[in-house]
């Protein structure tokens, strides 16, 4: 690549070799995810990997693909780049696991208005942190430089997944019954989902500043600080559960909260019965509702509200489910239980 350089695509805001400059960057962090299936180096065409499917009957690949939506706003403000990555794989990887997949590799896609590689490098060393934390390779990416399609200091982040499981532990949520028993496992916060609400409620476009006072609401931390706390990864929590539950049904609560994710798990003719009073509400969302006026219905219907994912078993499994859990390290508890009718949810 030394002798790859063009004056006049820089003339035109395009700087190719701070291209090549950022892929030398984060080439440490691509390494930290290397696992037995990567074949080849980062910087050819196509990231390959080999599948081992011993023990794999029947194997199905399961893919999902997101970004980070509007929370790269808040990565921007702070210039604080090196964990938005880790909510990109999270987005990616919380989703496949909710049918029994195992993440195999990770491809990442940034467009950014101008390429500074050490800021390129940070974005990549986020996302590679994601991919250690669920056990993917990161196989390849894509850096995109838009000049005046966006301004230079901006840039937007996705990613893509691809996990395998055996067609026959693909979790049927068919075996569902009435007595089942909900369980959540904490967030760490709002997680990628609401931030233009967030940035309304704060007026953060119009008054940035206020994000950085420390605020006693959230015991000392600032409401940017707050916001930025990257989303938590559940894949190997998830993983080690399905070895020894009948785990039934999984939801990864993102946009649309409780109301739209819980029933996606749930089969028709049942519904999820949440005890609310049970759920144990994180600040930052005490402090949205209260700062915004935003009604309680609307927050369920938007944020997470502290429960990032949730697991239904039989209400024999329960605490077999909550030790294994507690002992990965999640703050997991029984936040309802599943009964007949057909509203898919309902919050009491």
Do not use: W
Request: hydrophobic share 40%; proline share 4%; glycine share 12%.
């Amino acid at each position: 690549m030394n002798n790859s350089k063009s004056e006049s695509y820089a003339a035109a805001g395009v700087d190719i070799t701070a291209g090549y400059r950022a892929v030398e960057l984060m080439k440490s962090h691509i390494a930290r995810t290397k696992n037995e299936g990567c074949l080849d180096d980062v910087g050819g065409f196509g990231g390959c990997f080999g599948l081992n499917l011993k023990g794999i009957e029947e194997p199905v690949l399961v893919s999902g693909t997101d970004g980070c939506g509007t929370k790269v706003k808040m990565a921007i403000l702070m210039d604080k780049h090196d964990t938005i990555g880790i909510d990109a794989v999270a987005m990616c990887v919380n989703d496949i696991i909710c049918c029994g997949a195992k993440p195999l590799f990770f491809l990442d896609y940034i467009a950014c208005g101008k390429n500074i590689p050490e800021k390129i490098a940070a974005i990549v060393g986020g996302v590679a942190e994601g991919c250690v934390q669920s056990g993917a390779a990161l196989i390849g990416g894509e850096t995109a430089e838009h000049p005046k399609m966006m301004p230079e200091e901006e840039y937007d982040l996705a990613g893509f997944a691809v996990g395998v499981v055996d067609k026959k532990k693909i979790l049927d949520n068919t075996r569902m019954a009435e007595g089942d028993v909900v369980i959540a496992l904490a967030s760490t916060g709002v997680h990628s989902n609401g931030f233009s609400l967030c940035r309304k409620v704060f007026d953060i476009d119009n008054n940035p500043d206020s994000l950085y006072v420390p605020n006693a609401d959230l015991g000392g931390k600032s409401i940017a600080e707050t916001l930025l706390t990257p989303t938590k990864i559940y894949v190997k929590s998830i993983l080690k559960l399905l070895e020894s539950v009948d785990v039934k049904g999984i939801s990864h609560i993102t946009g649309g909260g409780f109301y739209e994710n819980i029933p996606r798990s749930i089969p028709k003719g049942l519904s999820a019965k949440i005890d609310k009073s049970s759920v144990k509400v994180l600040p930052i969302f005490d402090l949205i509702m209260k700062t915004g006026n935003i009604p309680e219905r609307d927050m369920f219907n938007t944020y997470n509200m502290g429960v990032g994912m949730s697991v239904v078993v039989p209400a024999a499994e329960v605490e077999k489910a909550l030790s294994i859990l507690r002992d990965m390290g999640e703050n997991a508890y029984v936040i309802g239980e599943i009964i007949k009718g057909d509203e898919g949810v309902v919050l009491e």
